[in-house]
């Protein structure tokens, strides 16, 4: 008979999934921009990343059975959903973030991915899917004017334009897989279709940056040793270990405890860049994230939402996860 975990255990994984997947924003900033060196090509790390990850957790996961017992079979169907959403979340999420990390900090990107809930209610909403009241409205609108406050004005605090642009342009596209996510015809096996998402995200990653000359333009020197190093935090410590923590807690705690990381990890990561690597922690910076995940825990209280690509790739049918 089995009794269910303790508080100790739920709170150790939720704040696993806090740290793990709230730092993969400063890892990224460190692989693709070190203080010295030209660092990693993004796209080329987003797959390496991706293939690595998913591959090992299909290797894993594969051969087990599907809780209920019943037939759940890897077909062309269930592969070619996995391959849009692996597209949509890995190469058009993450492989863009990783691009856009070149030219803004990582607690930005972090402040400006945490909007993904936001940007979901208007899609579900475009698509006949939910209704926007007045409190989805009071949300929509307090987020984008977070998202604002980070690239108007002048001087020193201002956030590039065209890296802020490839943000929102990943964003919009990680909800959009999220919410095609919903309804795909994927594997019941929540780990398994993680490992085929990934999967099928990496390749797509390294095919961009085959086509974006990456593979030509790669120097040896490009491999410093934080860079390398980031890259294995990301692959095990976000990928694997923070999304087993976070497919756990699905299964064990509450989903109102489990979706407080959409407005936690943003904090995490702005505190972590700040601290680490000296990122522009300004007022504009702090009235921004607070908008911003005021405006998160506005859409989360409506109905459990998809949250930021950083990390976890499957989504679980009302969320999905960084």
């Not at 001087?155 to 999220?178: E, K, Q």
């Not at 972590?272 to 506005?298: N, W």
Request: proline share 6%; glycine share 10%.
């Amino acid at each position: 008979m089995s009794t269910a975990p303790s508080r100790a255990k739920i709170w150790l994984a939720l704040w696993a999934v806090y740290l793990l997947w709230g730092s993969t924003y400063l890892a990224i900033r460190v692989a693709v921009h070190p203080s010295h060196g030209h660092g990693l090509p993004p796209l080329m790390i987003a797959g390496a990343r991706f293939t690595l990850a998913g591959g090992l957790m299909l290797v894993c996961t594969w051969h087990r059975p599907a809780p209920d017992g019943k037939p759940d079979p890897l077909g062309a169907r269930q592969w070619y959903a996995a391959a849009i959403i692996g597209l949509a979340l890995a190469f058009g999420g993450n492989g863009l973030v990783s691009i856009a990390e070149k030219r803004i900090p990582s607690g930005t990107a972090a402040v400006i991915l945490a909007t993904i809930p936001i940007l979901v209610a208007l899609i579900a909403a475009a698509l006949g899917r939910e209704r926007l009241g007045a409190t989805h409205l009071v949300g929509l609108v307090l987020g984008f004017a977070g998202v604002a406050a980070l690239v108007v004005g002048t001087g020193s605090g201002r956030i590039s334009v065209a890296g802020t642009l490839i943000v929102v342009l990943a964003a919009l596209s990680w909800a959009s897989g999220s919410v095609y996510s919903t309804t795909a015809p994927t594997v019941r096996r929540p780990l398994v279709a993680t490992g085929m998402q990934m999967l099928c995200g990496g390749i797509g990653c390294f095919i961009g940056a085959a086509a974006s000359g990456e593979f030509a333009g790669l120097h040896s020197d490009e491999f410093t040793l934080h860079a390398l190093l980031a890259f294995t935090f990301l692959v095990v410590a976000g990928s694997l270990v923070a999304y087993t923590a976070y497919v756990w807690l699905l299964r064990n705690a509450e989903l109102s405890l489990v979706t407080t990381y959409a407005f936690v990890n943003p904090v995490v990561a702005v505190i972590l860049g700040a601290t680490i690597l000296s990122e522009p922690f300004t007022i504009r910076s702090v009235i921004a994230t607070v908008a911003v995940v005021i405006a998160v825990i506005v859409i989360l209280r409506r109905k459990p939402a998809m949250t930021a690509p950083d990390e976890a790739i499957v989504p679980a049918p009302d969320e999905v996860a960084v």
